[in-house]
Nanobody, 124 residues
Framework: QVQLVESGGGLVQAGGSLRLSCAAS????????MGWFRQILGKEREFVAT????????YYADSVKGRFTISRDNAKNTVSLQMNSLKPEDTAVYYC?????????????????WGQGTQVTVSS
C-alpha cells in the first residue's frame, strides 16, 4: 500500500504560480512511477505530467508543456508539480498518483494509488 497526500493548492490570479507537493508513505517510493492528473467536476480525469522512478524521464500534456515542471525527491518521498503562467483553464482538482511498473505513462488506469486531491483555482 502507498498513501499519497497532496498539498499546495489554492487560489491564484492568471499568470501566477503555485507549487503542488505530494507526500508518499508506505512501500518504497522509488519503485513507483509518479503522475499528476486533474479533474473538473463532471469531466473525466485528465493527465498532466509523469516522472520515472529515478526522475530521469518526464512527460507532459501538451496543454501544460513549458509551463509546468514535475520533479521528485526519492530521499524525501515526495513529488512536486511547479505550475507557472497559470491560466483559468488550469482550474481543477489536482491528484497525485503512483504506478507500480517500469515506464512513464499518461494512462490513468495504469496507476495503482491516488491521493485525495487538492483544489487549484485560477481567477481571470
Amino acid at each position: 500500500q502507498v498513501q499519497l497526500v497532496e498539498s499546495g493548492g489554492g487560489l491564484v490570479q492568471a499568470g501566477g504560480s503555485l507549487r503542488l507537493s505530494c507526500a508518499a508513505s508506505g512501500r518504497t517510493f522509488s519503485g513507483y512511477v509518479m503522475g499528476w492528473f486533474r479533474q473538473i467536476l463532471g469531466k473525466e480525469r485528465e493527465f498532466v505530467a509523469t516522472i520515472s522512478m529515478n526522475g530521469g524521464d518526464t512527460y507532459y500534456a501538451d496543454s501544460v508543456k513549458g509551463r509546468f515542471t514535475i520533479s521528485r525527491d526519492n530521499a524525501k518521498n515526495t513529488v512536486s508539480l511547479q505550475m507557472n503562467s497559470l491560466k483559468p483553464e488550469d482550474t481543477a482538482v489536482y491528484y497525485c498518483a503512483a504506478a507500480a511498473g517500469f515506464g512513464i505513462t499518461s494512462n490513468p488506469s495504469r496507476y495503482d494509488y491516488w491521493g485525495q486531491g487538492t483544489q487549484v483555482t485560477v481567477s481571470s
